[in-house]
């Protein structure tokens, strides 16, 4: 998956919302998206024996990830774009990314040295793309994993787990080993994460192959 390319077919969701808000402090709705993420965490690492927080928790990161949009564009509609939000929209991304991840990661749903795997694959693939933009190398969105891509199987794989649960089908096995659904997501993230991680790497290293 990488959403992260088609960001801009989102307009449409976010356009009509950022007229209407073009007087709010962009950083505001900042604010508010990572008090949803921080939740949407909560959600998760509660939600093992309480399923009904997965659909809750689901319906948070899909609103966290959408004030994450809103922001900038509110910003940008308003001319109030600045290298202070920019810096501020990241640090919140990453706070938020282990908000939501690690509300698994620490949780019974999931194995914690895997959870600690998919936390440094999401972070690592974060800072990949940030730092090739602090050496003057193009910021990179590109990629195997994307934030949009977590943001979405942060979304569905809740709920496939809450599905399954009703089904009677909780974890599915693996050569012998039993796995919840909520761990795929995570080995995906730990695996895939840490791909695009390296991806991302190499990709700044050839930019950067003639200086």
Same mark, same amino acid.
């Given at each position: 998956?990488?959403?992260?390319?088609?960001?801009? =077919?989102?307009?449409?969701?976010?356009?009509?919302?950022?007229?209407?808000?073009?007087?709010?402090?962009?950083?505001?709705?900042?604010?508010?998206? /990572?008090?949803?993420?921080?939740?949407?965490?909560?959600?998760?690492? $509660?939600?093992? !024996?309480?399923? &009904?927080?997965?659909?809750?928790?689901?319906?948070?990161?899909?609103?966290?990830?959408?004030?994450?949009?809103?922001?900038? =564009?509110?910003?940008?509609?308003?001319? =109030?774009?600045? =290298?202070?939000? %920019?810096? $501020? %929209?990241?640090? @919140?991304?990453?706070?938020? %990314?282990?908000?939501?991840?690690?509300?698994?990661? @620490?949780?019974? &749903?999931? %194995?914690?040295? $895997?959870?600690?795997?998919?936390?440094? !694959?999401?972070?690592? *693939?974060?800072?990949?793309?940030?730092?090739?933009?602090?050496?003057?190398?193009?910021?990179?969105?590109?990629?195997?994993?994307?934030?949009?891509?977590?943001?979405? $199987?942060?979304? /569905?794989?809740?709920?496939?787990? @809450?599905?399954?649960?009703?089904? !009677?089908?909780?974890? @599915?096995?693996?050569?012998?080993?039993?796995?919840?659904?909520?761990?795929?997501?995570?080995?995906?993230?730990?695996?895939?994460?840490?791909? *695009?991680?390296?991806?991302?790497?190499?990709?700044?290293?050839?930019?950067?192959?003639?200086?």
């Amino acid at each position: 998956m990488v959403l992260d390319g088609h960001r801009g =077919k989102a307009d449409f969701a976010l356009a009509p919302v950022a007229r209407r808000l073009i007087g709010v402090n962009p950083n505001l709705i900042s604010w508010i998206g /990572l008090a949803l993420a921080f939740a949407s965490g909560l959600c998760m690492y $509660l939600s093992h !024996g309480r399923e &009904w927080l997965l659909p809750v928790g689901a319906a948070l990161v899909i609103a966290s990830g959408y004030m994450d949009a809103l922001d900038g =564009k509110i910003a940008k509609m308003a001319g =109030k774009a600045s =290298k202070k939000g %920019d810096y $501020l %929209d990241h640090v @919140f991304d990453r706070y938020a %990314d282990v908000f939501m991840i690690g509300g698994v990661a @620490f949780s019974a &749903w999931c %194995d914690p040295y $895997l959870g600690m795997l998919a936390l440094i !694959g999401v972070l690592l *693939t974060s800072y990949m793309g940030t730092q090739a933009q602090a050496v003057g190398a193009p910021r990179l969105y590109a990629g195997l994993l994307g934030r949009a891509d977590r943001v979405v $199987l942060s979304t /569905l794989f809740p709920l496939i787990q @809450f599905a399954m649960g009703l089904a !009677g089908h909780p974890s @599915f096995e693996i050569a012998g080993h039993s796995f919840y659904w909520m761990e795929a997501m995570m080995a995906w993230f730990a695996v895939v994460g840490n791909l *695009t991680a390296v991806q991302r790497g190499i990709s700044t290293w050839r930019n950067m192959s003639g200086e």
